[in-house]
T-cell receptor, first 113, second 115 residues
Framework: DAKTTQPNSMESNEEEPVHLPCNHS???????IHWYRQLPSQGPEYVIH???SNVNNRMASLAIAEDRKSSTLILHRATLRDAAVYYC??????????????FGQGTILTVHP | NAGVTQTPKFQVLKTGQSMTLQCAQD?????MSWYRQDPGMGLRLIHY???????DQGEVPNGYNVSRSTTEDFPLRLLSAAPSQTSVYFC??????????????FGDGTRLSIL
């Protein structure tokens, strides 16, 4: 399985933008880039995903490098509720790799009031 | 729409006891899976199912059994609990195995302690 590398932790102030980086240099052409987050004592929550183009939804934006070897999750205005562990995960497009999410350590995001 | 429902939320077992962790989804999802999360670590895949009647092993299947008799339910069975199985267990589901870009929906977890 292709692996991802994320910083162990990041800090932000409330109302400021947050850029969470992820490196995935061994990504294959059919791997989707998914982001999940896990709030304390809860299950992981889907945030956003993309393949090649940048993506926006109500929660965040995903910027994907042209060579797809890295990506950045962007929270436009951090709130205290965004404090969580953020996981960058590559998900195969089909076959035996589909659905098998490989979780790394993730990035612990701390948001200061 | 309840999403993915896991029961119980908490459970304490003695070594050697057996139990079943329940997982149900009401979204008509084909794909369901079980993960465990040990303290300070990411989730690891135990078993998964791509549809009713079909199951397969994940990364850490030893000590666990699963079955998928209906689309809605995917129970996880511990046949003889061991302290090493103390963990938080998460069930997840997604719409289809065909399209790999489907997000997964997770339950709130079952916190299991084996004494």
């Amino acid at each position: 399985d292709a692996k991802t590398t994320q910083p162990n932790s990041m800090e932000s102030n409330e109302e400021e933008p947050v850029h969470l980086p992820c490196n995935h240099s061994t990504i294959s052409g059919t791997d989707y880039i998914h982001w999940y987050r896990q709030l304390p004592s809860q299950g992981p929550e889907y945030v956003i995903h993309g393949l090649t183009s940048n993506v926006n939804n109500r929660m965040a934006s995903l910027a994907i490098a042209e060579d797809r070897k890295s990506s950045t999750l962007i929270l436009h205005r951090a709130t205290l509720r965004d404090a969580a562990v953020y996981y960058c995960i590559l998900q195969g497009a089909g076959g035996t790799s589909y659905g098998k999410l490989t979780f790394g350590q993730g990035t612990i995001l701390t948001v200061h009031p | 729409n309840a999403g993915v429902t896991q029961t119980p939320k908490f459970q304490v077992l003695k070594t050697g006891q057996s139990m079943t962790l329940q997982c149900a989804q009401d979204m008509n999802h084909e794909y369901m899976s079980w993960y465990r999360q040990d303290p300070g670590m990411g989730l690891r895949l135990i078993h998964y199912s791509v549809g009713a009647g079909i199951t397969d092993q994940g990364e850490v299947p030893n000590g666990y059994n699963v079955s998928r008799s209906t689309t809605e339910d995917f129970p996880l069975r511990l046949l003889s609990a061991a302290p090493s199985q103390t963990s938080v267990y998460f069930c997840a589901s997604s719409y289809s195995r065909v399209q790999g870009n489907q997000p997964q929906h997770f339950g709130d977890g079952t916190r299991l302690s084996i004494l």
